[in-house]
C-alpha cells in the first residue's frame, strides 16, 4: 500500500488547513485510516481515526472541536480539516493506513504510513 499525504504548509494562528491523504495497492476501504503528528524533540502522537466507512470517528482531546477528519472511498483519499489552527500544532503530519476497520488511536495498529508533510503554525 502506498500513501501520500498533501496540503501542508504555513498559516497563521487561527487559520485553516485542509491535509488529504491518498492510499493505494489495496482496496481501501478495507481498513481504517489515522492521522498521527510528531513535533520537534516529542514523540508521535494521535491526532485522529476514521473506521472503514467514515461511520466512526474519533479524536485527540487536543483537537476535538477543531479538526474533522474524513473519508472518501470512491476516491480512495482521507481528509484532515485542521481549523483554528494553534502554534502548539505545529508538527510532522503522518497518515496512516491498515489500521483495524473500526478504527485506532494506537500507531503500532497500523501498517502502512506516508512521508510525512509539515504544518507550521506562526504566532
Known amino acids: 500500500v502506498q500513501v501520500v499525504e498533501s496540503g501542508g504548509g504555513l498559516v497563521q494562528a487561527g487559520g485553516s488547513l485542509r491535509l488529504s491523504c491518498a492510499a493505494s495497492?489495496?482496496?481501501?476501504?478495507?481498513?481504517?485510516m489515522g492521522w498521527f503528528r510528531q513535533a520537534p524533540g516529542k514523540e508521535r502522537e494521535f491526532v485522529a481515526t476514521?473506521?472503514?466507512?467514515?461511520?466512526?470517528?474519533d479524536y485527540a482531546d487536543s483537537v476535538k472541536g477543531r479538526f474533522t477528519i474524513s473519508r472518501d472511498n470512491a476516491k480512495n483519499t482521507v481528509y484532515l480539516q485542521m481549523n483554528s489552527l494553534k502554534p502548539e500544532d505545529t508538527a510532522v503530519y503522518y497518515c496512516?493506513?491498515?489500521?483495524?476497520?473500526?478504527?485506532?488511536?494506537?500507531?503500532?495498529?497500523?501498517?502502512?504510513w506516508g512521508q510525512g508533510t509539515q504544518v507550521t503554525v506562526s504566532s
Open positions: 496512516a493506513a491498515g489500521g483495524p476497520s473500526h478504527g485506532s488511536s494506537l500507531p503500532t495498529l497500523y501498517g502502512y
Open positions: 495497492g489495496r482496496t481501501f476501504s478495507d481498513f481504517a
Open positions: 476514521i473506521n472503514w466507512n467514515g461511520g466512526r470517528t
